[in-house]
DNA sequence: CTGAAAGCGCTAACAC
DNA sequence: GTGTTAGCGCTTTCAG
C-alpha cells in the first residue's frame, strides 16, 4: 500500500546497491554458478528476506515490490532452493509413498491421485519401493526419513516395531492405507479384505455355485480376502475349497498355471475367486483354453476392477476398489495434518464394490 | 541418554570430552527434537566432523572410533538429515522421473528398475508425473529442479525451449528416453519408433495381410511409429489404412470403440496395429465380440509387451520392448555421469523385438 | 586419522 | 511493509 521510505521505484538502481559493503562482502557470484535469493535481491535492490517473502508470502509484500523482485527472478533465472528452504523452515514439502510396487495398476493409480493432489498444493512425492514382502522396509523408511518429508504414505497396516518406533519418532502424520485396523498409527484409508472375501462367497454360493477354487497372491491382504471367503463358505456347510498360491502380486501367466495345477490335481471348481484381475484374467484365459465355459462351466471372479476385467469377457467379474479415492483422501488427510488443521475422518472406509459381469 | 560431560566410557572414554566448551556453547536439545549430528558426537566424544565420515567415508575412520560412533548413533536413534547434507555438500542423492504416467506398466516398470538400482546406489527417486501431453513440463520441472536433484530422467525427446534452457542451466546429467534422435540434451535411451512401424508393416505385408487398420493413441511416439508404418506400407505399393485415434495413453475400452469406429465405417482392415497393448486387446475383445476369427479375419497387433498379450491369445502378436534395459541404462548412465565418470555409451538403442503369436 | 572454522541458501523472529 | 540477526544440520577446506 505505503511506498514506505525508500521507494523502490520500479525499475532502475536501488539506492544503496550494496549496504555492507565492507565487513567481509562475500563476494556475490561465488564459483558454483547457481543463483541464489542473495543474487535476486542485490539485482531488485531489497534485502533476501522480502525476496522469500515474494515467493512465499505474497501477501505480505507490496504489489511494487512483488513486481520488482519478479522481474529480477525472471532476469536472473532464480530457480529457489529447497534443500536450504526445508533445512531452515523445517519443512520440507514433501511426501514420501512406500508401496510394494507400481506396476500393479491398482498401487500406480492411487499414487497419481496422491501426487496430483499433492502437486497442487505445492507438495512432491517421494517414491520408495519396498517390493513384496516388504523386504527391507525398515532401510527403505531410515533412507526415506533422512529427506525430512513432511508425511508419509505405507501400504498396508503391518509394519515392524522398529518401523512403528521410526515412524512415531518422525513425528510427522503416517498414513496406513489398502487395509483396515483398530489400531492404526495415525491416520488410515482403506477396506476390509476379509470382508471382501465373505461377501465374494456370499455371492457365489447365493448364485448356486459350491464347489470352489481360489487363487492367490501371498501378500498379507490377499490372505485375509481368503480367509473371509473361506470362513464364509463354511458358515454355508461348504468346505470344499481348493486353492492355489503364488507369489505376489501375481501375474496372468500364474493364473493361467494356478488353474492349470486345480484341474490337473483332479478337483473340479465351478467357481474361481481370484487374488487379482491380472490372475483372474489368467484363469479365464486357461479356462478357455480348456474348452471351459465360463461363466457356464467355471465362474471367475477377480479382484481390482482393472480397466480389461471391464471389456474382455462378459464372464468376468471382479470386486471394485475405487484406487484413486484412497490416494485423494491419503493426501487430504495428510495435507490437513501438515497444516495443522483436524483431521476430519482419520480413518476412512473407501469401501468396494462387487461387480458382476455374468449374467447367468 | 545425557551422560553429558563424562563421556559415555564403555570401552575407553575421549581424552577431550568437550573442547570449545564456553564460547557459545549452544544447548544441545534445542527444542525441535530431532537428534543431530552434534548430539551423537558428543555422546561419542568425537568431533562432528568424525561422526560424518563414519557415516560418509569410514575408510577414513580409525576401527574403534567407527564403533564408538556407530554405538552412539544406534543409541540416540540418530537419522541423518539430508537436507542439511545436500545443503553443504551440493549432492541431494536425489534422482528425478518425469514420466507422463505411472498407471501405464511400459513406464512403471522402467521407473522400477530405475529405483531399483539408484536405490543400491543411495539414491533415491523423486516421481512427476506430466500428464499427456506433458502438460505442465515445465513448472513440473521447475518445482522440480529446487530440490536440486543430482540428475534427471525425462520420457521422449521433445522438450520447451524453456525446459531445455532450465535443464542446462541445471548442470547436471539428463537422459532422455523412450526415443532416439541426433541431438540428444544429454545422455539418452530409447529406440526408433519410426523403425517399428516399418518393421510391423514390413512383417504384416510379407505375410500376405493388405488392408491396414490403425489403432493409435496420440502421443508423440505412437504418431511416429505410425508414421513409419504408414511410409513402409506406401512403399509397398499400399495406401489403404485407416485410422482411429484415441487421446493418451489408450486403454481397452478405446481400443474396442476405435475398432468399431473402423468396421462401423465401412472399412474391413485385414491387420489392425495398435499403439499399446491394452489398446490391442480392446481391439481384440472387440473382434470376437463380433464373430470375426483372430488372426483368421483380423491380425492383431499391440505394442509394448505387457504380461497379459503372452498370453491371452495366440493370436495377439505384439512389439516388445525391453522395459527393464531402459531403466536400468537410464540409472547406470546417471550414476556415471554423477561420478564423474565418463559414460561408455551416451546413447543407447535398446531396439525392439517383433514378438509374433499367430502362426497363421 | 581427527578437529576447528566457515559457510551451503534460506527462513524464523524480532526490530524498525 | 521491510530489514536485521541468527541460525537450520551438515560438510568443506585446511590444520595438525
Redesign the interface.
Known amino acids: 500500500m505505503s511506498h514506505t521510505d525508500p521507494p523502490p521505484g520500479r525499475r532502475r538502481g536501488a539506492a544503496r546497491p550494496q549496504a555492507a559493503g565492507a565487513e567481509g562482502g562475500r563476494a556475490s557470484a561465488r564459483s ?2 547457481s543463483v541464489t535469493l542473495d543474487d535476486v535481491a542485490r539485482l531488485a535492490g531489497v534485502s533476501p528476506i522480502t525476496v522469500s517473502r515474494v515467493l512465499n508470502r505474497p501477501e505480505l509484500v507490496t504489489a511494487d515490490t512483488i513486481e520488482v523482485v519478479r522481474e529480477a527472478i525472471a532476469r536472473t ?1 532464480y ?9 531452515a523452515s ?1 519443512r ?1 514439502r ?1 511426501v514420501a509413498a512406500l508401496v510394494p ?3 500393479h ?1 491398482i498401487f ?2 492411487a ?2 491421485a496422491l ?2 493432489r499433492l ?1 497442487e498444493a ?1 507438495y ?6 519396498s517390493g513384496y514382502p516388504a523386504a527391507r522396509e525398515d532401510d ?1 523408511l ?7 518429508p513432511d508425511g508419509i504414505l505405507l501400504t498396508g497396516i503391518n509394519h515392524s516395531p522398529e518401523t512403528r ?2 515412524l512415531l ?3 510427522i502424520p503416517v498414513v496406513e492405507t489398502w487395509d483396515l485396523t483398530p489400531t492404526p498409527i495415525d491416520l488410515l484409508i482403506g477396506f476390509s479384505h476379509e470382508k471382501v472375501g465373505r461377501a465374494v462367497a456370499d455371492h457365489l454360493v447365493g448364485k448356486g455355485y459350491r464347489r470352489f477354487g481360489l487363487v492367490g497372491a501371498s501378500d498379507e491382504r490377499a490372505l485375509k480376502r481368503r480367509k473371509g471367503f473361506v470362513a464364509a463358505l463354511a458358515a454355508h456347510g461348504i468346505t470344499e475349497v481348493e486353492s492355489s498360491s503364488v507369489p505376489a502380486p501375481g ?3 500364474q493364473g ?1 498355471e494356478a488353474l492349470a495345477r486345480i484341474l490337473d490335481g483332479g478337483f473340479r471348481p465351478d467357481a474361481v475367486f481370484c487374488s487379482s484381475d ?1 490372475m483372474a ?2 484363469v479365464l ?1 486357461e479356462a478357455q483354453a480348456r474348452g471351459l465355459s465360463v461363466p457356464g462351466d467355471l465362474a471367475v471372479l477377480g479382484f481390482g476392477n482393472l ?2 476385467s ?3 469377457h462378459p464372464a468376468l467379474s471382479t470386486v471394485g476398489i475405487d484406487r484413486q479415492a484412497i490416494g485423494r483422501h491419503a493426501a487430504e488427510a495428510m495435507l490437513a495434518r501438515i497444516e495443522g488443521e483436524t483431521v476430519a475422518e482419520p480413518v476412512i472406509d473407501v469401501g468396494f464394490t462387487l461387480i458382476e459381469r455374468a449374467s447367468t
Not at 530457480?79 to 533445512?87: F, Q, T
Open positions: 558454483s554458478g533465472g530457480v529457489p532452493n529447497l534443500l536450504a528452504g526445508g533445512l523445517r520440507s514433501l510396487t507400481i506396476s495398476s500406480a493409480e499414487i497419481e501426487t496430483d502437486g505445492g512432491q512425492v517421494l517414491l520408495g519401493l527403505l531410515a533412507a526415506i526419513l533422512s529427506r525430512r518406533r521410526r519418532a518422525a513425528k501375474s496372468l501367466r493361467r491380472a484374467h489368467g484365459t480397466d480389461f471391464a471389456h474382455t
